[in-house]
């Protein structure tokens, strides 16, 4: 493959590889040439995903796990180092949510549970790849966040909201502290998405709702599009709703 859009040589880890932005995400990079990790709790949906991808003649290598288990991701790191040699792109994409989102309903066994799938899961990644991307001078990190990320709104949930806040500064710290190393960071704040996330919303999405949402393909576009960059560019933030933007329709 030829062009911007050409990453063969490249190795990718995606994480929450099973379904929505993962899935399309790691189709998306395998297309363009990359050899693609694939990472989630549940490993049958993860076969599923290697197969397209290997269907297609690339490559794909299956490492499920609970992420938020610290010692998850420098596990499978190690073995990404030890068949491929190198890792350049990080999809951080890993996420989750509860139903019970308002303080009156939230717990601490809840809160624990969200800040740990979103935050420290994302912290425990970036720790894993950051050695090797080092000794490359040269990687890129590319996180999902939310528009919830950005703005403080009930329909995420104040824990979701709060994490993904700490996203976002995680990857700008990165950026202050890694540029030297060849390394550049990138936060997607996506407004919503029509993922199988949302049956967890206490208040389930119409077909029709989800139908003007972002569609998982188009955050995999932008994620292929961020990884094919040159090493000099970084792309540090980037807020994506779409059209039909249901917070805006609010304020009228």
């Given amino acids: 493959m030829t ?77 990404i180092e030890q068949q491929f040699g190198r890792l350049d792109i990080l999809v951080n994409n890993a996420g989750l949510n509860i139903k019970e989102r308002r303080w009156a309903e939230l717990t601490a066994e809840g809160t624990d549970h969200v800040i740990s799938g979103n935050l420290n899961a994302a912290y425990y990644n970036v720790l894993a790849c950051l050695p090797i991307m080092r000794r490359q001078q040269d990687g890129v990190m590319i996180h999902t966040a939310s528009w919830a990320g950005k703005y403080v709104t009930p329909v995420s949930g104040t824990a979701y909201t709060a994490a993904k806040h700490a996203v976002v500064a995680m990857s700008e710290s990165i950026n202050i502290e890694e540029f030297r190393n060849g390394i550049r960071s990138s936060v997607l704040c996506p407004n919503e998405i029509a993922t199988p996330l949302l049956e967890k919303r206490p208040v389930k999405a119409t077909e029709e709702e989800k139908a003007r949402m972002l569609q998982a393909e188009d955050m995999g576009r932008l994620i292929l599009y961020i990884a094919c960059q040159p090493p000099h560019l970084c792309i540090n933030e980037v807020v994506i709703s779409p059209r039909w933007n249901r917070f805006y329709e609010r304020l009228f």
């Fill in 3 to 79: 062009g911007q859009m050409d990453l063969s040589g490249k190795v990718a880890w995606v994480t929450g590889a099973g379904t929505g932005v993962g899935e399309s995400a790691a189709l998306l990079l395998a297309q363009a040439g990359a050899k693609v990790v694939l990472t989630g709790r549940r490993k049958e949906l993860l076969d599923t995903v290697a197969q397209k991808i290997t269907a297609q003649g690339g490559t794909a290598l299956v490492e499920a796990g609970d992420l938020m288990d610290h010692a998850t991701a420098p596990a499978i790191v190690a073995k």
